[in-house]
């Protein structure tokens, strides 16, 4: 990227590409140079942990999957070699490659450069780069991976011994205000750490493993339980202390001082140290900041207005991941989501002028064709070719009925592979498919356009789960995991060749959007879909706009909540492409995606909506405390309204001699195993403002972890200088509250264990605010149901992938955002509203959708018309229509999700489910039955 | 960018739109290809737009390709 001119609606951007020295229209990724190539280099993608060549392919599953030249190719240093060119037999090398610059015209811009880790030697204190044995935990991360230096067994890098003895070191580069590190936490480590551990654990069950930490910070959707699991493995210790590696023994081992209230000062020896490293930003920050003229924060990630958080200060420049600031998969997911929605709100006017469709050659049909089934065993790197013996489950497969072809795979999913898959299909005139790899949850959509690439109808297609179903599980034993390859690639070589193909429908799309909720999240989703062209149906169960934001003064990061709840509802009211229903409620919903009708009772009567997507933007509500006195003493609150009482001036809280504040209450416990996320911040916030109007009053804040992830560590470190108190406990020795009588009047005592001090301290509080837990909307179940939306373990709504499809529901065609997911913070709620807008437009900007061919039928010559399918059904597709020959069930197969209950209910076996029919299924377990069966017929066939 | 000059802009694209472009034309250019820049640009590329994605290195899947697994469903990370 070189140059920027224009503005927003008309950026011309000059942009430098780099020469590869790789033609890549001729380079079929097949590494013979990679091979033949003599200059040795660190291979940047493992982290320097093993050595590449200066031509080489950037990782095994890189898309473009083609090699590329870098800086330390002997010819471009020195003029000398050129060994690959003279062994490419496809002649792609190419040395006369320049520089190109070209020049792009565009409407928007999205930056989303993401993070760089932190490097511990710009402090100097962790003997990084000094002693063989600390690591980072990028580092570490490719220790682990079958892809990486040692092929996912984890060594060493002094003499490549397993470690047994592991020590991991939170917040190195984060939290601290050492010269050479960051005050901000990097809000990531803590959890990634639990994940280290976890997977240590699984490579090798006798790992000791210790985690010197600060706070644990727990705070995401299910982070808790994940840190509980981790911390309930054998020999896995969670110690509380910073400590400083002291050097190494002459084994190499690496020596670490620490401290802990019960035992001092000690050292320990272990045999690898992995650094949690941290976020800073990206290498190219300052660089893309002029470049494009926008603005810096101070600790040089990308500025945002907590109220527009995608929006650089460049109008129709907006950025997208961890560029704004430490942040973990899923909410980088849901910002470029929402950053394409601001993107689409400023370009809606030519949306579809330039895009263009994927075609696929026509269908041949192959129904009268006997079946010729190739079979594809994927290594999956070593996740799957470490446990099982591939070559032999091939050589297994190429005996089995019907099989003409079979072969092995590195990584079928990567793309030349499925290139590959689709011309051998077509050489060998291939009818049936079977990949043996992984769960067909990801990765089945990519191999069918594989068999429409071939011509073949998608449905001849069967993945074989050898790795989740297989390696995985069976890491231990190979022998018997290679047998069990050999009995999943059978079965489904059996039901592969009584595939049908089948026909997807096409629906078409109603162009409005159902939004339910109409608080921040509700409103701000609203509004982005609106602006980018569609007609909105706003329905809020209260009396107005706003939500529990409306409760809301301040925030941390500054932004004036109650105006900007004011102007969002003032825009929704005004926009014409939004109607809003307030005392709402839903009273049925039925339908599907592009085609939903949802009756609604509200103000303005009863409605019905047809939409083509549905946005759950419900909120939460807020634990009421049946603990710590309150409801019985008028000096004890929740956080909120301890908020509500400052804003409005109490005197009774103003003048308080001491505020205590204990967080916690009502999550992170037995019946609530999560954090609510929001508390901790809350609290500071709180206390700063306390502090501020009356410096003199005692602000005590008793925690567990203090959970002030990212820029708002700055604001707890800020809060612990200006004098407020914050004393940890631990759970099991919680605060106790008691009301005394002292001199005649009743004092408000709370007594807590610190274990720092290891004393046990009492307060006397004038006020007490409880950080009451964030827990689901008592109407979640409800709608739930109504949506047939699934909900988690926690009550929240539960997206379709924790990662990858952050804000929308396995449900297609409706989304989530805001608190009904999970507790979050205003700017990550607005971000997610975005985000979801963003997933809607995408959905209705088509005039169709796809749905699935995997079906339901009925056999109507069988079907008795009892409807006890009609009972089984979840998703009201089935219906009794009367025909001459009686009462007969009909499925509706746009609203059919073929989940085949009604397969199991049918008393006459009138309900097919297609895709799995009884013969297909039966035909899968006749042949893991029968293993012998099928090697007689597999002589026969020989 | 507030909403006032917000209402402008989108006019300012309007008036924009109506000259068609040269073959260096596109709606939106995406700076980065990890898996927001990745997700960015196959969000506006299915609501219709026509989408640059660039990136410094000489393959997509930035710092996420380079993970083993990912918390908290130990998830594969390709």
């Given at each position: 990227?070189?140059?920027?001119?224009?503005?927003?609606?008309?950026?011309?951007?000059t942009?430098?590409?780099?020469?590869r020295?790789?033609?890549?229209?001729?380079?079929?990724?097949?590494t013979?140079?990679?091979?033949?190539c003599?200059a040795?280099?660190?291979?940047?993608f493992?982290?320097?942990?093993?050595?590449?060549?200066?031509?080489?392919i950037?990782?095994?599953?890189?898309?473009?999957?083609?090699?590329?030249?870098?800086?330390s190719?002997?010819?471009?240093?020195?003029r000398?070699?050129?060994?690959?060119?003279?062994?490419?037999?496809?002649r792609?090398?190419?040395?006369?490659?320049?520089?190109?610059?070209?020049?792009?015209?565009?409407?928007?811009?999205?930056l989303?450069?993401?993070?760089e880790?932190?490097?511990?030697?710009?402090?100097?204190?962790?003997?990084?780069?000094?002693?063989a044995?600390?690591v980072?935990?990028?580092?570490?991360?490719?220790?682990?991976?079958?892809?990486?230096p040692?092929?996912?067994?984890?060594?060493?890098?002094?003499?490549?011994?397993?470690?047994?003895?592991?020590a991991w070191?939170q917040?190195?580069?984060s939290?601290?205000?050492t010269?050479?590190?960051?005050?901000?936490?990097?809000?990531?480590c803590?959890?990634y750490?639990?994940?280290?551990v976890?997977?240590?654990?699984?490579?090798?069950?006798?790992?000791?493993?210790?985690i010197?930490?600060?706070d644990v910070?727990?705070?995401g959707?299910?982070?808790?339980?994940?840190?509980?699991?981790?911390?309930?493995?054998?020999?896995?210790?969670?110690?509380?202390?910073?400590?400083?590696?002291?050097?190494?023994?002459?084994?190499?081992?690496?020596?670490?001082?620490?401290?802990?209230?019960?035992?001092?000062?000690r050292?320990?020896?272990?045999?690898?140290?992995?650094?949690?490293?941290?976020?800073?930003?990206?290498?190219e920050?300052?660089?893309?900041?002029?470049?494009?003229g926008i603005?810096?924060?101070?600790?040089?990630?990308?500025?945002?207005d907590?109220?527009?958080?995608?929006?650089?200060?460049?109008?129709?420049?907006?950025?997208?991941g961890?560029?704004?600031?430490?942040?973990?998969?899923?909410?980088?997911?849901?910002?470029?989501?929402?950053?394409?929605?601001?993107?689409g709100?400023?370009?809606?006017?030519r949306?579809?002028r330039l895009?263009?469709?994927r075609?696929?050659?026509?269908e041949?049909?192959?129904?009268?064709?006997?079946?010729?089934v190739?079979?594809?065993?994927?290594h999956?790197g070593?996740?799957?070719?470490?446990v099982?013996?591939?070559?032999?489950?091939?050589?297994?497969?190429r005996?089995l009925?019907h099989?003409?072809?079979?072969q092995?795979?590195?990584?079928?999913?990567?793309?030349?592979?499925?290139?590959?898959i689709t011309?051998?299909?077509?050489?060998?005139?291939?009818?049936?498919?079977v990949?043996?790899?992984?769960?067909?949850?990801?990765?089945?959509?990519?191999f069918?356009?594989?068999?429409?690439?071939?011509?073949?109808?998608?449905?001849?297609?069967e993945?074989a789960?050898i790795?989740?179903?297989?390696?995985?599980?069976?890491?231990?034993?190979?022998?018997?995991?290679t047998?069990?390859?050999?009995?999943?690639?059978?079965?489904?070589?059996a039901?592969?060749?009584?595939l049908?193909?089948?026909?997807?429908?096409?629906?078409?799309?109603?162009?409005?959007?159902?939004?339910l909720?109409?608080?921040?999240?509700g409103?701000?989703?609203?509004?982005?879909?609106?602006?980018?062209?569609h007609?909105?149906?706003?329905v809020?169960?209260?009396?107005?706009?706003?939500?529990?934001?409306?409760?809301?003064?301040t925030?941390?990061?500054?932004?004036d909540?109650?105006?900007?709840?004011?102007?969002?509802?003032?825009?929704?009211?005004?926009?014409?492409?939004?109607?809003?229903?307030?005392?709402?409620?839903?009273v049925?919903?039925?339908?599907?995606?592009?085609?939903?009708?949802?009756?609604?009772?509200?103000?303005?009567?009863e409605?019905?909506?047809?939409?083509?997507?549905?946005?759950?933007?419900?909120?939460?509500d807020?634990?009421?405390?049946?603990e710590y006195?309150?409801g019985?003493?008028?000096?004890?609150?929740t956080?909120?309204?301890?908020?509500?009482?400052i804003?409005?001036?109490?005197e009774?809280?103003?003048?308080a001699g001491?505020t205590?504040?204990?967080?916690?209450?009502?999550c992170?416990?037995a019946?609530?195993?999560?954090?609510?996320r929001?508390?901790?911040?809350?609290a500071?916030?709180?206390?700063?403002r306390?502090?501020?109007?009356?410096p003199?009053?005692?602000?005590?804040?008793?925690?567990?972890?203090?959970?002030?992830?990212?820029?708002?560590?700055e604001?707890?470190?800020e809060?612990?200088e200006?004098?407020v108190?914050?004393?940890?406990?631990?759970p099991e020795?919680?605060?106790?509250?008691?009301?005394?009588a002292?001199?005649g009047?009743s004092?408000l005592?709370?007594?807590?264990?610190?274990?720092?001090?290891?004393r046990?301290l009492?307060m006397?509080?004038?006020?007490?605010?409880?950080?009451?837990?964030?827990?689901?909307?008592?109407?979640a179940?409800?709608?739930?149901g109504?949506?047939?939306?699934?909900?988690?373990?926690?009550?929240?709504?539960?997206e379709?992938?924790?990662?990858?499809r952050?804000?929308?529901?396995?449900?297609?065609?409706?989304?989530?955002?805001?608190?009904?997911?999970?507790?979050k913070?205003?700017?990550?709620?607005?971000?997610?509203a975005?985000?979801?807008a963003?997933?809607?437009?995408?959905?209705l900007?088509?005039?169709?959708?796809?749905?699935?061919?995997?079906?339901c039928e009925?056999?109507?010559?069988?079907?008795?018309?009892c409807g006890?399918?009609?009972?089984?059904c979840?998703?009201?597709?089935?219906?009794?229509?009367?025909?001459?020959?009686?009462?007969?069930?009909?499925?509706?197969?746009?609203l059919?999700?073929?989940d085949?209950?009604?397969?199991?209910?049918?008393?006459?076996?009138?309900?097919?489910?297609?895709?799995?029919?009884?013969?297909?299924?039966?035909?899968?377990?006749?042949?893991?039955?029968?293993?012998?069966?099928?090697?007689?017929?597999n002589?026969?066939?020989? | 960018?507030?909403?006032?000059?917000g209402?402008?802009?989108?006019?300012?694209?309007r008036?924009l739109?109506?000259?068609?472009?040269?073959?260096?034309?596109?709606?939106v250019?995406?700076v980065?290809?990890?898996?927001?820049g990745?997700?960015a640009?196959?969000?506006?590329?299915?609501?219709?737009f026509?989408?640059?994605?660039?990136?410094?290195?000489?393959?997509?899947?930035?710092?996420?390709?380079q993970?083993?697994?990912?918390f908290?469903?130990n998830?594969?990370?390709?």
């Amino acid at each position: 990227m070189d140059r920027v001119a224009g503005e927003a609606g008309d950026f011309t951007v000059t942009l430098l590409r780099k020469p590869r020295y790789v033609l890549e229209e001729k380079c079929t990724g097949c590494t013979t140079c990679v091979e033949y190539c003599p200059a040795l280099c660190p291979d940047a993608f493992n982290q320097g942990l093993s050595q590449s060549k200066a031509i080489h392919i950037h990782y095994a599953q890189a898309i473009p999957l083609i090699a590329y030249i870098d800086d330390s190719c002997l010819y471009l240093k020195e003029r000398k070699c050129r060994i690959c060119e003279a062994v490419c037999k496809n002649r792609a090398i190419d040395f006369r490659q320049k520089p190109e610059t070209l020049a792009v015209n565009v409407g928007a811009v999205i930056l989303a450069p993401g993070f760089e880790p932190y490097d511990p030697r710009e402090s100097g204190r962790y003997g990084y780069g000094r002693l063989a044995n600390v690591v980072t935990s990028m580092d570490f991360e490719r220790l682990m991976c079958a892809t990486g230096p040692t092929e996912g067994e984890i060594r060493r890098p002094s003499d490549g011994r397993p470690p047994r003895r592991i020590a991991w070191v939170q917040c190195v580069g984060s939290r601290r205000v050492t010269p050479g590190e960051n005050r901000y936490c990097s809000a990531v480590c803590c959890t990634y750490t639990q994940k280290q551990v976890i997977l240590t654990k699984d490579h090798d069950p006798e790992a000791a493993c210790t985690i010197f930490h600060n706070d644990v910070r727990s705070f995401g959707k299910d982070f808790e339980r994940f840190c509980e699991r981790a911390a309930r493995l054998p020999d896995v210790r969670f110690i509380r202390s910073y400590v400083s590696i002291v050097g190494e023994t002459a084994g190499s081992n690496v020596v670490v001082r620490y401290a802990t209230a019960s035992e001092g000062v000690r050292e320990e020896e272990f045999d690898l140290v992995v650094l949690s490293v941290g976020m800073k930003p990206p290498a190219e920050a300052a660089r893309l900041a002029e470049r494009f003229g926008i603005a810096l924060d101070p600790s040089g990630f990308c500025r945002v207005d907590p109220a527009h958080p995608l929006q650089t200060s460049r109008p129709g420049v907006f950025v997208s991941g961890a560029f704004a600031g430490p942040m973990d998969i899923p909410e980088s997911v849901f910002a470029a989501s929402g950053a394409g929605a601001r993107c689409g709100e400023l370009l809606s006017r030519r949306r579809g002028r330039l895009a263009r469709e994927r075609v696929f050659p026509p269908e041949k049909d192959v129904a009268a064709e006997e079946p010729r089934v190739g079979v594809f065993v994927c290594h999956c790197g070593a996740n799957i070719g470490r446990v099982v013996d591939v070559p032999a489950t091939v050589e297994y497969a190429r005996g089995l009925p019907h099989v003409v072809y079979a072969q092995e795979q590195l990584f079928s999913c990567a793309t030349n592979c499925a290139k590959e898959i689709t011309a051998i299909a077509r050489e060998k005139g291939l009818n049936r498919l079977v990949v043996a790899a992984c769960s067909p949850r990801t990765l089945e959509p990519l191999f069918r356009d594989t068999l429409r690439e071939a011509g073949l109808n998608p449905y001849f297609f069967e993945m074989a789960n050898i790795r989740e179903h297989c390696s995985w599980v069976h890491s231990l034993e190979k022998d018997a995991a290679t047998r069990k390859a050999r009995d999943i690639v059978r079965m489904s070589v059996a039901r592969a060749s009584r595939l049908e193909p089948l026909k997807e429908f096409t629906l078409p799309v109603h162009k409005a959007a159902l939004v339910l909720g109409g608080g921040v999240a509700g409103m701000t989703c609203a509004l982005s879909i609106a602006a980018q062209g569609h007609l909105v149906h706003l329905v809020e169960r209260g009396e107005d706009l706003g939500g529990l934001a409306r409760r809301l003064h301040t925030s941390l990061d500054g932004m004036d909540i109650p105006a900007r709840v004011r102007d969002l509802a003032e825009r929704v009211y005004a926009n014409p492409r939004i109607r809003v229903y307030t005392r709402a409620r839903v009273v049925s919903a039925e339908g599907y995606i592009g085609n939903f009708l949802t009756r609604i009772a509200s103000d303005r009567g009863e409605s019905e909506i047809r939409h083509g997507a549905t946005v759950i933007a419900t909120g939460a509500d807020l634990y009421r405390p049946a603990e710590y006195r309150y409801g019985q003493d008028g000096r004890v609150l929740t956080l909120l309204e301890l908020e509500e009482a400052i804003a409005r001036g109490e005197e009774r809280v103003l003048g308080a001699g001491r505020t205590v504040m204990i967080q916690c209450v009502g999550c992170r416990n037995a019946e609530r195993t999560y954090c609510s996320r929001i508390c901790c911040s809350a609290a500071v916030k709180n206390a700063r403002r306390l502090k501020e109007l009356n410096p003199a009053m005692d602000v005590c804040i008793l925690y567990r972890d203090m959970m002030t992830y990212g820029f708002r560590e700055e604001a707890y470190r800020e809060a612990a200088e200006r004098g407020v108190r914050f004393i940890r406990f631990e759970p099991e020795r919680p605060p106790r509250v008691e009301a005394v009588a002292e001199g005649g009047a009743s004092v408000l005592r709370v007594v807590v264990d610190d274990p720092v001090l290891g004393r046990t301290l009492a307060m006397d509080a004038g006020v007490l605010a409880l950080a009451a837990a964030v827990v689901p909307a008592a109407d979640a179940p409800e709608i739930a149901g109504l949506f047939k939306v699934a909900l988690g373990p926690d009550g929240f709504f539960k997206e379709a992938h924790v990662k990858l499809r952050p804000v929308e529901f396995a449900t297609d065609g409706v989304f989530l955002c805001g608190q009904a997911h999970y507790p979050k913070h205003l700017p990550e709620t607005i971000k997610q509203a975005y985000g979801a807008a963003g997933r809607v437009a995408a959905l209705l900007a088509n005039d169709t959708v796809v749905a699935s061919g995997a079906v339901c039928e009925v056999l109507e010559r069988r079907c008795i018309g009892c409807g006890s399918c009609i009972a089984a059904c979840t998703y009201g597709a089935i219906r009794i229509s009367e025909t001459k020959a009686g009462p007969k069930a009909a499925v509706n197969p746009v609203l059919c999700k073929g989940d085949g209950l009604c397969n199991a209910k049918c008393p006459t076996g009138a309900i097919v489910l297609k895709h799995f029919t009884d013969e297909e299924l039966a035909s899968q377990i006749d042949a893991a039955a029968d293993a012998a069966a099928s090697e007689t017929l597999n002589r026969k066939a020989g | 960018m507030n909403q006032e000059n917000g209402s402008a802009l989108t006019e300012t694209v309007r008036l924009l739109c109506r000259t068609p472009g040269g073959p260096r034309f596109g709606d939106v250019l995406v700076v980065g290809g990890g898996i927001s820049g990745i997700q960015a640009s196959l969000d506006l590329a299915s609501a219709g737009f026509k989408v640059y994605l660039i990136d410094r290195g000489p393959a997509i899947g930035g710092r996420m390709a380079q993970l083993d697994k990912t918390f908290p469903t130990n998830d594969c990370s390709m």
